[in-house]
């Protein structure tokens, strides 16, 4: 009698968690950040959402936050280390205090295109750099693309010697900062969301960022000047808390890591057309005129700002910047 009642209750146990199972919530995953959502980024977190409540109809829900409406700069991080925020995708410039070695992706004039961007990242010490925060807590998941960064500012600037003097909002990132000081400007750190009122008025005179950024924010309707200098980069770091990504269930976490693969091809198949539509949009809004530089006065520029490399060469690594430098050879 009493074996009956064992297996009998084992049985009824077995069907109630089944049940539970069928009847469990979907694991909420909450994905902040600071853009628009005609960027690549925006787009990306969309798709991500698209793709894992598809394939993982009732077991997953993901919740995207953006423009800075959840958590924005100097915020995110936090949260996300203390679980409030699931993933993020923050650009690469918000990693210093992480990982230093991650601050390469600042240096000026180090990436000639983004096909050499795509090679590092995908070099082994490009992907090492994902996993260079699990003992902090933040697991890379994947780099997204954005673009090259552009120059704005509220008067012409051809030559490095027309930035003297001016103040440029910068990201928080000593390398950006320094970037500007060697131009003999005032780098101000400010977060994104803070960037169309600081130059509204006029607390900062000019920044940098992608022509999509640019666009998606109204940039060009308090900037009348931009440059077309591709000196830098803006990418991303897709990060989610360690703890909460490995305690997934795991096929739910396999799952998620294959349609990451997906969402990553897409979106830095279409970060390109994106920011050529944006510069397109600015040149059909009349607002601004967009600088083209000559090869010399490109020149002048990467010179004006090379010497930022060797500030930091021993917080990222000669052998670093060598791999990323080697990543413009092809
Ligand atoms: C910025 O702060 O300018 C960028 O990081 C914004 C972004 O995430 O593209």
Partial sequence: MFKLTAKALACAAIISCAGLAQAAEPIVIKFAHVVAEHTPKG???????????QRLPGRVKVEVYPNSSLFGDGKEMEALLLGDVHMLAPSLAKF???????????????????EAVDRF??????????????????????????????LSSNKPMHEPKDARGMKFRVQASAVLDEQF?????????????E??????TGVVNGTENTW??????????????????????????VITNTKFWKGLPDDVRSELESIMVEVTAEVNRQADDLNNEARAAIIK?????????????????RE?????WKKFEQDIGKELIEAAEAANKG
């Fill in 304 to 308: 004006a700002m090379r010497p930022v």
């Fill in 96 to 114: 210093e205090h992480y990982a230093k070695q991650i601050q390469i992706f600042d240096l000026p004039f180090l990436f000639d295109n983004m």
């Fill in 195 to 200: 960037v169309y009122q600081g130059l509204q």
């Fill in 212 to 237: 999509s950024n640019y666009y998606s924010q109204k940039v060009h309707e308090v900037q009348p000047y931009f440059t077309a200098s591709d000196h830098g980069l803006i990418d991303y770091m």
């Fill in 121 to 150: 990242q995908a070099s082994s010490a490009g992907k090492a750099l994902l996993t260079s925060m699990e003992g902090k807590g933040i697991t890379g998941l994947a780099y997204w693309h954005n673009g090259l960064k552009q």
């Fill in 285 to 301: 809004a009349g607002t601004s005129e967009i600088i083209e530089l000559t090869p010399e006065q490109r020149a002048k520029w």
């Fill in 43 to 53: 787009q990306g977190a969309l798709l991500f959402k698209t793709l894992a409540e």
């Fill in 181 to 193: 000081k060697a131009l003999r400007a005032a780098p101000r750190k400010m977060s994104f969301a």
